[in-house]
């Protein structure tokens, strides 16, 4: 018999006993909202046999290894149906827009087919088919997929170099998936399916309110941005990691490097352009997700912005927070540093307004201290060749700057919005990157452990769901930060890291599946990114922070 803590009780059950027998015989629990659970501190599947005495967690869509299961269980299912419903055609999840996901076929998709999509989906869902783990070894996952055509997996599966490969079956439908799956398809009752630009939007439930919400943020410029990005790295062959791998294995890995950075100087010169085509643009506002490199891209414009003739003056929002006793506070008692209302709003307006009209102001400096506004002599006068730049959480929220005329005003969205893939239907994703770009930067600049930026990732998400994306729409252009070989340069620094996270923590199974997601990527010297470089305000050595 094998002893089960779960719940803080103690349960003595049979060996080799699966998770899903011991949920349904012992504990009569019957809960379809469970789709994976965490033994050891690694995330297993419902058919993870017990073979000793653990401690058991289930994890739910309201978990991020929760929601990332269902995501690829939904997806599993859109492309089964697809390749039953057009066997001749492929299917290519390209990135998320909102909470959905953007998917594009060599097919030209119309509603009929959206519609077919849809009904064959929820007939493969009622049918609660089974999905089976099977373990190949290598040549047998490789032959499978020469034999289906599909390179992009042989190439992927080559990179690793595994003795074996865990493929995941329903009925005639087989494929690689990067993590945990559902055990059947009946796990993911929650989808949308609708007609979207090129392609499609496959709609799933957002992780706190497990609701559908089919509007897309960002919408049209935020999905112009993606594409933008996708076409170039199409073009040259690098929209999965098979491609990247391919130039770095080729010794041009400098190449890529060099196409990456002058891609991000040529669209931050253009928007440097949009500023200087309107002279009544006096007030610039930078905002996005943690980890977006917001820094290092203002200091970027502020030369194209020069070379416009237009000189940047930088404001602080730290230095506009109400005193500390004014903070609010949030639902734990904690101080509230996030939302708008820390920031002293009618000093703030009231500064900028009298810029705007070519008064003097005296600038107030924070003391995080004491948490008292001080006045220690700094002022500011805004000449008619100046403009102010400031970076901040709600800076494209309209209430942060109410009093100034939107005419006056010009919005920057900037997010690593991330287009490199793992293949066909494993995407890398925008957090991710984030994540493991503050992992870095955590460790080199600000003394933390990466358990600890782990830890309160999830904090940072919900803030920038609060906080930031729901006003991206407003932004007048939004720049994608992302370049297609950071993660592979980033490999060296973060690899010694996330090996160093306590197997015993929590972190630790998100350590090891950023740990293993990693091993997909051929790593590349730093050397030859440049000074200048966004990247640069991760790993150091940056010409603008000396």
């Excluded at 414009?301 to 730290?318: C, F, H, P, R, Y």
């Excluded at 900028?352 to 070519?358: A, E, M, R, S, T």
């Excluded at 239907?425 to 493991?436: A, E, G, H, M, P």
């Excluded at 358990?451 to 994306?469: D, H, L, N, Q």
């Amino acid at each position: 018999m094998i002893n089960v803590l779960y719940d803080n009780k103690n349960y003595e059950i049979p060996d080799k006993m699966s998770v899903k027998d011991f949920m349904k015989s012992i504990l009569k629990l019957e809960d379809r909202s469970i789709l994976a659970c965490k033994v050891f501190n690694e995330v297993k599947s419902l058919d993870y046999v017990i073979d000793r005495d653990c401690k058991i967690k289930f994890l739910d869509t309201s978990t991020p290894d929760g929601s990332r299961i269902y995501v690829r269980g939904i997806i599993f299912i859109l492309v089964k149906a697809f390749e039953e419903l057009f066997p001749k055609y492929k299917l290519f999840v390209n990135y998320s827009l909102g909470h959905s996901l953007y998917c594009e076929s060599d097919k030209k998709l119309d509603n009929t087919d959206i519609n077919a999509i849809i009904t064959r989906m929820k007939e493969i869902i009622s049918q609660d088919l089974p999905i089976e783990k099977r373990v190949l070894t290598l040549e047998e996952a490789m032959n499978k997929y020469k034999d289906a055509g599909r390179e992009d997996k042989r190439g992927l599966l080559e990179t690793r170099m595994k003795s074996h490969v865990s493929m995941y079956y329903c009925g005639d439908t087989f494929n690689y998936f990067y993590g945990v799956m559902p055990v059947s398809t009946g796990y993911t009752p929650k989808f949308e399916v609708t007609k979207y630009e090129k392609g499609l939007l496959l709609h799933y439930p957002r992780r706190f309110s497990n609701t559908i919400d089919k509007t897309v943020n960002g919408n049209k410029k935020l999905y112009a941005s993606f594409d933008d990005y996708d076409k170039i790295h199409k073009m040259l062959g690098i929209d999965s990691i098979v491609g990247l791998n391919k130039y770095i294995r080729e010794g041009k890995a400098g190449e890529v490097i060099r196409m990456s950075e002058a891609l991000h100087e040529k669209k931050i010169a253009h928007i440097a352009d949009m500023i200087a085509s309107d002279r009544r643009r006096k007030i610039v506002l930078i905002a996005g997700p943690s980890s977006s490199g917001k820094t290092t891209f203002a200091q970027r414009l502020g030369v194209q912005l020069k070379v416009n003739g237009i000189k940047a003056v930088t404001l602080s929002m730290d230095n506009y927070f109400v005193e500390r006793g004014q903070t609010p506070k949030d639902e734990n008692g904690n101080y509230d540093f996030e939302c708008l209302e820390a920031v002293d709003i009618e000093l703030f307006n009231n500064q900028l307004k009298d810029l705007l009209d070519g008064k003097e102001v005296a600038l107030p400096t924070f003391d995080f201290t004491d948490g008292k506004r001080k006045y220690l002599g700094n002022k500011e006068i805004l000449d008619e060749d100046e403009v102010v730049v400031i970076e901040g959480i709600h800076g494209l929220n309209e209430k942060l700057t109410e009093k100034i005329p939107r005419e006056n005003k010009f919005k920057i969205y900037i997010s690593a919005l991330t287009t490199l893939n793992i293949d066909d239907y494993n995407r890398v994703t925008t957090s991710d990157t984030r994540l493991i770009r503050r992992m870095v930067r955590d460790s080199k600049f600000r003394s933390h452990n990466p358990g600890a930026t782990i830890k309160m990732w999830e904090s940072v998400r919900r803030g920038e769901e609060k906080y930031i994306f729901p006003y991206q729409n407003d932004a007048d252009v939004m720049f994608n930060s992302s370049l297609v070989y950071e993660i592979a340069a980033l490999k060296p620094y973060v690899e010694p890291l996330l090996a160093s996270v306590d197997y015993n923590s929590d972190e630790f199974s998100e350590a090891k599946r950023l740990y293993e997601f990693l091993s997909y990527f051929i790593p590349i010297d730093s050397k030859e990114i440049p000074i200048t470089s966004i990247l640069r305000e991760f790993i150091g050595d940056g010409c603008f922070y000396r």
